[in-house]
């Protein structure tokens, strides 16, 4: 199976356990409106049990699991087979969140797993040093965020942003760089892309505000403006 090209900037509503069941299939389908409406590329992740619910009535969203493993068809009773994924329609997983980390044996091979079913690696670091390292791994998106400003609603700042950014892409050009810790406001989406992230999105920023749709419409605007002032390939 071939692997979704994302194009800058890209987005991710990753709304973790907070939401599950009607909640987040009522949140894909806003984000899949706006997806449609802005022709941006957004990555929506969700309870294993959620997605095929999100697949099938959210066509504008790449549908994104919050964590795989390189389990092999076969043996591995509770374990994320990619293959049943891949074969549910699932285009994209999250690996090594500070929530859910892997040991760098598995994260390698989990990253070859998914490549050999087609799936995207959107792989967390939290640190330059870190990022350097899984870099090398050669992951499809790395998402830099300080594990300490996780759900804080306080962003890095630029020289945080633009330092771990050109260290991934020093070692993987080719690999796309997600900021993304803290993001709460159009404002804040509007400076990751500015300050030379290839995409953002939010969690806590998303889910916890006071109108969760008002605050996705609000940033997917700001992504617009930003594509328009930094993104030329787009």
Do not use: W
């Amino acid at each position: 199976m071939e692997k979704v090209r994302l194009r800058k900037p890209f987005f991710v509503v990753n709304p973790k356990s907070y939401l599950y069941g009607d909640d987040a299939l009522a949140l894909a389908r806003k984000a899949d409106e706006l997806a449609e409406r802005y022709d941006i590329d957004c990555l929506f992740t969700a309870q294993l049990i959620d997605l095929p619910r999100i697949i099938a009535e959210c066509p504008h969203l790449v549908p994104c699991a919050q964590a795989m493993e390189s389990l092999k068809p076969g043996r591995g009773m509770g374990h994320i087979l990619p293959e049943a994924l891949a074969a549910a329609g699932v285009k994209a997983t999250f690996l090594n969140h500070a929530e859910n980390p892997c040991t760098v044996h598995e994260l390698a091979a989990t990253i070859a797993r998914a490549n050999e079913v087609g799936i995207l690696t959107v792989v967390c670091a939290d640190s330059v040093e870190e990022g350097e390292m899984i870099a090398s791994l050669k992951p499809d998106v790395m998402v830099c965020e300080l594990t300490s400003l996780i759900g804080t609603g306080q962003v890095a700042g630029e020289d945080y942003m633009r330092g771990s950014t050109e260290a991934v892409k020093a070692v993987s050009p080719e690999t796309l760089v997600l900021q993304a810790a803290g993001i709460s406001t159009g404002q804040n989406v509007y400076d990751a892309i500015k300050y030379g992230a290839d995409g953002t999105g939010g969690t806590s920023g998303i889910v916890a505000a006071a109108d969760p749709f008002a605050t996705l419409d609000e940033m997917f605007a700001a992504l617009d403006q930003a594509r328009t002032d930094f993104c030329k390939e787009a």
